[in-house]
């Protein structure tokens, strides 16, 4: 696979460029504050021990192993630790010291250096899980950056004698969720089955399948549905159109419905202050031109459009990130592991992922996905029993709302069919029961657009 990889072309990352890039994150997830130095010098009032040794100068996708260290009873990784005798946190008159390189760690994690610099890619072209520090390490399930950024708080409370408070979202509440669906299919839930039936030779079963298929719409043509039980919890859809009904090259599907026949009879979910946005079809992360024409299929239809995700989670860290700048999209949803729920950058807020060929960071939002159904039970992914799920993403959910994030749930429309009992309605119930109980504000893309905007400009 790696012979197809894209060069690497990227641009020098100096101190400043990792410093800014890091803090402005910082700042966007804390309530504003005074103005207080951050640095490596003598001078500044935080000052941080450096870590990085030219690191950040070569092309290695990894750093040495990270120290571990005790933070409010988290044992958590430390990447670029080279003092491990200095007290992680030293509070003197006026001035904090932090043992470690935390903007150096955060840097790295946030801006997606490990998938930029790896070669390595999986049978979908995506980096895989199992090449990750969060996999290697075992921290996919803690935001390792939102605890770099509770020290730095710690430090500046400190030196400015003030609190500072993380953001507030819609209503006050303390974090928030986006529900999302991608639409891969409407059409094809009697499939399975009837195979099943097939197999078996049991052609009076197959039979009764294939008759309500031609005299029954299908299981999985249930965007009402799907609309109205998430707004029976209080929340509202976003749908991920795929305008791509042929298949991919390489035989990997696209979407088994048309767009355009389906876009007309969705006026009610719309009413119902559903959003619409791009599921980028198999191709279009590494393709402007099939990128842009897929656009064009969902935007042909009204103002919706501003965000995407791509089918099968397909992304190419080296160019997709310009790509999605390329076609001003303003946020992308793509960025979780599919192998595992969690945190792939370490980080349970919106930003801004880097771009590594322009040696800044990228101008759309990514909103990362932290759940999707078919990690939670699938023959490639985990296979957890139905009662396990909510348990296993509890602590994951208690780290969002800790650190005021936003917990960002993929939920297919087919696993709204009562026929799936594993990672199906009941599961997605038991999910917003949780966030509700929490009080987790629901939002959708533009919100959460319009949340952030305030924040860079505050
Ligand atoms: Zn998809």
Known sequence: M?????????????????????????????????????GYEETNAIQL????????????????????????????????????????????SGKALIGVDLISAAFYLLSGWQEYFSDERDQHGRFPFSASVQYRYGFVDTPVVNYYFDILKTAIEHVTGQPLQTRRW??????????????????????????????????????RKMWRHFTRPDAWDNLAHVQQTVSAHGAKSTFFFLPEHRK????????????????????????????IELHGSIGTSTNANKLHYDAEQICHFGPTGQGLRFHYL??????????????????DTTLGFAEHFGFRNSYCLPFQPFNFALGKAADFLE????????????????????????????????????????CTVLWHNENFDPANKHNGPRQFHELMEYLRSHNAAYVNGSEILTAIHARQNS
């Open 2 to 38: 790696s012979a197809a990889l894209p060069p690497l072309n990227p641009a020098p990352v100096s101190t400043e460029t990792r410093l800014a890039y890091v803090l402005r994150h910082f700042q966007q997830a804390y309530e504003p504050m005074v103005t207080v130095s951050i």
């Open 49 to 92: 021990m450096r870590g990085d040794r030219g690191f950040f100068e070569g092309q290695n996708p990894y750093p040495p192993t990270p120290t571990r260290r005790e933070w409010r009873h988290q044992m958590l990784p430390f990447f670029f630790d080279c003092f491990p005798e200095e007290p992680l946190l030293t509070l003197k």
């Open 170 to 207: 819609a209503g006050g509440a303390a974090w928030a969720a986006f529900i999302t669906h991608d639409i891969d299919n409407l059409y094809s839930a009697w499939k399975a089955p009837a195979k099943a039936a097939l197999r078996r030779f049991d052609l009076l079963s197959f039979g």
């Open 248 to 275: 991919a090259a390489n035989g990997t599907p696209n979407a088994d419905y048309r767009y355009h026949q389906v876009r007309s009879l969705l006026n009610n979910v719309l009413q119902a202050g559903t959003s």
């Open 314 to 331: 397909s992304w190419e860290p080296r160019t997709t990130p310009a790509l999605v700048d390329e076609l001003l999209f303003a946020f």
């Open 367 to 406: 909103i990362p996905l932290n759940v999707m159904d078919a990690t939670l039970h699938h023959p490639n992914y985990l296979q957890l029993a139905p009662e396990e799920i909510l348990p296993a993403l509890t602590p994951m959910l208690q780290e969002i709302e800790r650190f005021g994030g936003v």
